[in-house]
C-alpha cells in the first residue's frame, strides 16, 4: 500500500522506494509480482520485488540509505524498480 507521494511518482515513471510503502500485506519472496495499491484499495501497478515481505515490512517509511542498517546487508535501494514495473 503506497503513500500519495509514491503512487504520483510510479505514474511519473519512477521506481517505487521504501519511504513511500505505508504497509505490506500477504507474504511473498525476492523477485515476486506483487500489486501496489494506493490507500483507496486502488491497483496503480504491478511489479517484481527486491525484497520478501518479511523485509520489505522493515524497511517500509525508511528511506534508502537506511536499508543496510536495518536489514543488515544492501540488495537494491529500490523496492520495485522502474524496468520492472507495469502500470494499470
Known sequence: VLDEGAAKALKAGASLLPIGVVSVEG??????????????????????????????RRIARHPSSEIEALLGYFEEPELIHRDNLVLR
Request: contains cysteine.
Open 27 to 56: 507474504e511473498f519472496g525476492r523477485g515476486a509480482a506483487v500489486a501496489c495499491r494506493d490507500q483507496t484499495g486502488l491497483e496503480l501497478a504491478r511489479g517484481l520485488s527486491n525484497y520478501a515481505s518479511s523485509e520489505a
